[in-house]
C-alpha cells in the first residue's frame, strides 16, 4: 500500500523507523524488537541507510524482511548522495521488484569530513528534483519528504525552507515526515505555515523518545533540535542515573505524543534507533479514543 493509501484510509498512522545494524546478532536483535513493536499495529514502517548510501543494499534487505514478516507497507530511505540518476533508478527498480512501495526522498547530508553537499556527476543536487523523478518514472510508488519545525540548518531562513519544501510537495511528494523536535509548539506553529503556503498532504511529527541524555545531546546537536531547558535539566540531573533518565525520557515523550494526538495529527512516526522498550512504553500510556 502507498503513503496517501495509508492516510486516506486512517485518521492516525503509527510508523516506526529501523536502521541496517552492522552485524547478524544485531539484525536479528533488531527483529526481536520489532516483533515487540508489532502489538502496537503500525501502518508502516521505513528503514534508512548509512551516510553516502553504505548500507543501501542491506536497507533494502531489511525492507523486503519487514514486508514479508509482516505483511506491512515499507518506504525505503533514498537520498541523492553519491549516486547518479541512472543508478538511483536501478535501485527504485530493484525496491519495486522487493515489493517496497515506498520511498522517503531526502538530498542527505554531505559525506563524512565534508561540510557541503555536492552533487556527482549526471546527479541530483535538490530533493524536489529526485521527486520530480520518482513521480514521473514510478507513478505507483509512494513519496514522502522530510520536512524541519524547526528550520533546516542550511536553510537562509525560515521562509526559504518552507518554499524548498513547497518544491517537493509540488513536484509529487504525499507526505511530509518532521525532523525531531521537542516542543510541541514547533509542531503546531510549523504545521500552520505549512497549511498557509498550500502544502496540503499530511504533516507527520517524528518523535525520538529519549533513553540517554548524552545521545540525545548529540544527536540533537547534528540536526538543530532544541531541548527544552526544563527537560534538559531533568536529564542532566540524572546524568549519572540511566534508568531515570530512562523514565524521564519516557514521560516527556509519553506527553509529548499524546499532545499531539489531542492536536489531531495525521500520525506519529517513532525514531526508535532500533530498540522497542521506550516507544513500547509511550504507545501504552497514550490514548487515541477521541480520534
Do not use: W
Not at 507497507?73 to 530493484?94: F, K, M, N, S, W
Amino acid at each position: 500500500m502507498r503513503l496517501p493509501d495509508i492516510y486516506a484510509q486512517t485518521d492516525f498512522a503509527l510508523s516506526f523507523e529501523l536502521f541496517p545494524p552492522k552485524t547478524e546478532a544485531g539484525l536479528e536483535a533488531l527483529f526481536g524488537h520489532a516483533d515487540r513493536l508489532m502489538r502496537f499495529a503500525p501502518s508502516y514502517i521505513t528503514c534508512t541507510y548509512g551516510a553516502g548510501g553504505s548500507t543501501q543494499d542491506k536497507t533494502l534487505e531489511i525492507a523486503a524482511r519487514v514486508r514479508r514478516e509482516y505483511h506491512l507497507p515499507v518506504a525505503t530511505h533514498l537520498t541523492c548522495v553519491g549516486r547518479t540518476a541512472d543508478q538511483i533508478r536501478d535501485y527504485l527498480r530493484r525496491a519495486q521488484e522487493a515489493d517496497v512501495q515506498n520511498v522517503v526522498a531526502l538530498r542527505g547530508d554531505p559525506p563524512q569530513g565534508e561540510t557541503e553537499f555536492r552533487p556527482v556527476a549526471g546527479g541530483y543536487s535538490y530533493a524536489n528534483e529526485l521527486v520530480d523523478m520518482i513521480h514521473h518514472d514510478f507513478p505507483d510508488m509512494g513519496v514522502a519528504v522530510g520536512g524541519y519545525p524547526e528550520v533546516h540548518q542550511e536553510a537562509l531562513s525560515a521562509a526559504a525552507d518552507l518554499d524548498n519544501l513547497k518544491r517537493k510537495v509540488d513536484a509529487g511528494s504525499h507526505a511530509v515526515i518532521t525532523q525531531l523536535f521537542y516542543d510541541n509548539a514547533d509542531y503546531f506553529r510549523f504545521r500552520e505555515r505549512c497549511d498557509a503556503v498550500g502544502v496540503n498532504v499530511p504533516i507527520i511529527p517524528g518523535l525520538l523518545p529519549v533513553t540517554n541524555v548524552a545521545q540525545v545531546k548529540r544527536i540533537a546537536s547534528l540536526c538543530g533540535a532544541q531541548l527544552p531547558a526544563d527537560f534538559l535539566g531533568l536529564l542532566e540531573g540524572a546524568s549519572e542515573d540511566a534508568a531515570a533518565q530512562f523514565e524521564i525520557g519516557v514521560q516527556q515523550a509519553t506527553a509529548q505524543s499524546q499532545g499531539l494526538i489531542d492536536g489531531g495529527v495525521p500520525g506519529i512516526h517513532y525514531y526508535v534507533l532500533n530498540k522497542s522498550e521506550a516507544a513500547s512504553r509511550v504507545l501504552e500510556a497514550v490514548t487515541l479514543s477521541d480520534r
